[in-house]
């Protein structure tokens, strides 16, 4: 289907989760979201994603988390707000560190796992997420507290949608991803995925999808051919 309206959206991968082909994947998406440490990833993986990323002009971000290696943290849990402040802050640091040393720099934070789908509806967290990454633009669901409180402060923001994930419009308007556990909540076939990228695009920035799938690679290859094919670039939206 040809498209006459958007011009480009972006198309983003999590890296840096020792868990997919980190390389297959920047040959494909245009931002990255790289695990700073917290829920998985370390300095010569994060240094390694940045190399690459630089020499295919891919954005990085910083996809930062509760600290949950065991569960890849995406275990909901309860952090006051000041720790996570400072635990935010050590992820960005550390990756922009990494980043500055590769010649590049980091573009936007995102939460991720737990933490991203708290900070939709909790002004407490969003709100200790933005204290711990100065002024970076933001990426994340459109009508989320994240979103609001960073709009509010002058900050640059950006929404996402996710074509490997079944969404759920709430009665306040905003979409969040259905729980895990669900029926229909993880889509797997890169041809599903694919099929549901044009018209998710619609409205947001970028689109994601999951570098842990174990069709990662596949499918950001569909989804990609499938935004050229309905007349999009994919570019980086920071």
């Known amino acids: 289907m040809q498209r006459t309206g958007r011009l480009a959206v972006d198309l983003n991968a999590d890296l840096g989760e020792e868990v997919t082909d980190d390389d297959a994947l920047l040959a494909v998406v245009s931002s990255a979201n790289v695990a700073c440490g917290f829920h998985a990833g370390n300095p010569a993986v994060m240094r390694a994603v940045c190399e690459t990323a630089v020499e295919r002009g891919v954005r990085i971000g910083a996809q930062v988390s509760y600290w949950d290696r065991e569960g890849f943290g995406r ?3 309860e952090v006051a707000a000041a720790t996570l402040t400072a635990q935010v802050t050590e992820q960005v640091a550390v990756l922009g560190d990494i980043a500055a040393g590769c010649g590049t720099e980091v573009s936007y934070v995102k939460p991720h796992g737990a933490l991203y789908h708290r900070v939709v509806d909790d002004d407490d967290q969003a ?3 933005l204290a711990g990454s100065s002024d970076l633009p933001v990426l994340g669901l459109s009508g989320g507290r994240l979103l609001t409180l ?3 402060s002058g900050r640059a923001v950006f929404t996402e949608a996710f074509p490997d994930r079944g ?4 009665a306040d308007g905003v979409r969040r991803l259905v729980p895990r556990d669900e029926p229909g ?3 797997s076939e890169p041809e599903e995925i694919a099929a549901r990228a044009a018209g998710l695009a619609d409205g947001v920035d970028s689109l994601c999808v999951h570098g842990d799938a174990p069709t990662a690679v596949a499918a950001a290859r569909a989804v990609r051919a499938a ?3 309905a007349g999009l670039r994919v570019r980086p939206f920071a």
């Open 150 to 152: 960073a709009a509010v």
């Open 127 to 129: 709100a200790a997420v």
């Open 185 to 187: 909540a993880v889509l």
């Open 167 to 170: 969404h759920r419009v709430g």
């Open 75 to 77: 275990r909901p849990m």
């Open 227 to 229: 935004l050229e094919a």
